[in-house]
């Protein structure tokens, strides 16, 4: 069965600094996407960033980075140089070919100014 | 373009009532996805459907819960009876098959309270 784990509930961190948000998956698949969602208080869910578990280089979009490590099943979201507008929930899911999305619970991220 | 519209955004009833909530999917969007969100229970798949077929219904709590998807541009979910512990935030999310990406689009989600 596929699992997610966040194991961190909240995060901080001061404006423009760098932070780190953990998640680990567990999946019997070898080719599987995964995915970290942003949720604002608006309740939307966007995506940020993609990661085919094929590919070795590490999804990059702007500020938003990811360190995917397949054999220890880790795939951790990095946000530099972070801003006042990425004050939400963030999820990680994990997704199987033409499957469902499987999401963690959530770390809840707030930057201070 | 359109994103995934969902109706209504905020829905209060009384516990007995029936509660239908609505999703019109990406056009040319040929899965879709119904979940729910609690602060107890995070998101959680109730069912989702490919090419207007259900595919997997394990999710759905119980038989007071209902989805279905008469054609590819709409779907509703039904509790009847509905019951205070079913209240939550409900996602309805589309994608593509054909796109090879696996991200699903999220709907904004419709708040049910059952008092």
């Known amino acids: 069965a596929q699992t997610v784990t966040q194991s961190q509930p909240e995060m901080s961190v001061q404006e423009a600094e760098t932070v780190t948000l953990s998640c680990t998956y567990d999946?019997?698949?070898?080719?599987?996407?995964l995915f970290w969602y942003k949720q604002p208080p608006s309740r939307q869910m966007i995506l940020v960033i993609r990661?085919?578990?094929?590919?070795?280089q590490n999804a990059t979009e702007n500020r938003f980075s990811v360190n995917f490590q397949k054999a220890a099943k880790s795939f951790s979201l990095k946000i530099s140089d972070s801003q006042l507008g990425d004050a939400a929930m963030y999820f990680c899911a994990l997704g199987e070919g033409a499957q469902k999305l499987v999401f963690g619970q959530g770390t809840r991220l707030t930057i201070n100014p | 373009d359109a994103g995934v519209i969902q109706s209504p955004r905020h829905e209060v009833t009384e516990m007995g009532q029936e509660v239908t909530l609505r999703c019109k999917p990406i056009?040319?969007?040929?899965?879709l996805f119904w979940y729910r969100q609690t602060m107890m229970r995070g998101l959680e798949l109730l069912i989702y459907f490919n090419n207007n077929v259900p595919i997997d219904d394990s999710g759905m709590p119980e038989d007071r819960f209902s989805a279905k998807m008469p054609n590819a541009s709409f779907s509703t979910l039904k509790i009847q009876p509905s019951e205070p512990r079913d209240s939550a935030v409900y996602f309805c999310a589309s994608r593509s098959s054909g796109l090879n990406t696996g991200e699903l689009f999220f709907g904004e989600g419709s708040r049910l309270t059952v008092l």
């Open positions: 056009s040319g969007h040929n899965s």
């Open positions: 999946t019997s698949e070898s080719d599987y996407y």
């Open positions: 990661q085919e578990a094929y590919k070795q």
